[in-house]
């Protein structure tokens, strides 16, 4: 890979990473690694950083709710833009490598993609790792959308138009409820909205992107995430099961209408875009857009740059379009 002057070794041919996302990124250099700090320090961290700064765009109801499902309830918070009398639910899961993250702390995304659709967002606090390893996170994604689906009238939403939608690994966890649900086993889910997905636990460290951005100069490493999957799967045995790498699912004809966002300075760059193109290639329609100038996270970064808004607005028009 060529490279520039550039202290964070921007290729020459590329956008640099935006000053407003580079301060993070320093930020997090200076740190010691996630292993190093332990989860309960990096918990903390994460909540501090993402409850400051922007607070995202004003929303007409926010409610904190326990949310009944087959297994006990979990907490959700849902967010009514009020634009329509009725409109479509999208059920999001929040990112933090299965083990950091609460509805705190992605506020602020779920209150951009309200905003941005028009949707009323349920967003889902889902079990961490690893007090609670996989499959457990699964399962709670896969009952939030049964409950969503079942509560369509108290919801206030139009049941038909049900999606799904998350980043990191929440956008790994909606992939894997339109996967579980596909076959007409579950609720029909009428389109996924995943940012900067991981699909793939047994590639770690193994594609172009993670040899580009893997020492974490850009912020994840490839270290963040080997730390974050040894916690969610501890057992070597699980991480070829399609419910942790969506990418070994057998079959992905017949998943909804997906659009999938990748940051061009990620690790997990290059797996998002070979999902993207095997999408499409089994007549999955899907739209895919490498964000240029950003890193992992930059859609709930407490410091908004610009491609925030335009990534949201990439979003609301595919979310327009198939509706």
Same mark, same amino acid.
């Given at each position: 890979m060529s490279r520039s002057a550039d202290p964070f070794g921007t290729?020459? &041919? =590329?956008?640099p990473l935006h000053f407003l996302l580079r301060a993070d990124a320093l930020a997090r250099r200076a740190r010691p690694s996630f292993r190093a700090l332990g989860i309960a320090e990096? *918990?903390?961290?994460? *909540?501090?950083?993402?409850? %400051? +700064?922007f607070k995202g765009p004003e929303i007409a109801s926010v409610e904190d709710q !326990?949310?009944?499902?087959? =297994?006990?309830? !979990? @907490?959700? *918070?849902?967010?009514? @833009? +009020?634009q329509t009398e009725k409109p479509p639910l999208i059920v999001y899961f929040h990112g933090g490598g299965f083990a950091i993250g609460d509805l705190d702390t992605h506020d602020r995304n779920a209150r951009g993609m309200a905003a941005a659709t028009g949707a009323t967002v349920m967003s889902v606090a889902y079990r961490l790792a690893p007090e609670h390893p996989f499959p457990a996170a699964v399962e709670d994604a896969l009952n939030a959308v049964r409950a969503g689906a079942a509560r369509a009238t108290e919801l206030r939403v139009e049941i #038909? *138009?049900?999606?799904? %939608? +998350? &980043?990191s690994a929440g956008a790994m966890l909606a992939l894997v409820a339109a996967l579980a649900f596909k076959e007409g086993n579950g609720p029909q889910i009428a389109g996924v909205i =995943?940012?900067?997905?991981?699909? &793939?636990? !047994?590639?770690i460290g193994e594609t172009g992107s993670y040899r580009a951005f893997g020492e974490g100069a850009y912020g994840l490493s490839t270290e963040d995430i080997e730390w974050f999957r040894e916690l969610y799967v501890p057992n070597p045995f699980d991480r070829s099961d399609w419910r942790c790498s969506p990418a070994l699912a057998p079959d992905v004809r017949g998943l909804p209408p997906t659009v999938i966002v $990748? $940051?061009?300075? #990620?690790? !997990?760059?290059d797996e998002a875009a070979a999902f993207a193109a095997r999408l499409s290639a089994d007549d999955v329609p899907v739209a895919f857009r490498i964000v240029p100038g950003t890193n992992h996270g930059f859609l709930g970064t407490p410091t908004s740059p610009p491609q925030v808004a335009e990534t949201l607005a990439f979003i609301g028009s595919w979310f327009a379009a198939i509706r």
């Open positions: 290729p020459e &041919d =590329a956008e990096v *918990r903390r961290n994460f *909540r501090e950083t993402q409850t %400051s +700064g !326990l949310l009944p499902t087959e =297994a006990g309830t !979990l @907490p959700v *918070r849902i967010y009514r @833009p +009020g #038909d *138009r049900l999606y799904v %939608s +998350g &980043d =995943a940012a900067y997905p991981a699909v &793939d636990f !047994l590639m $990748a $940051a061009n300075y #990620d690790v !997990l760059r």
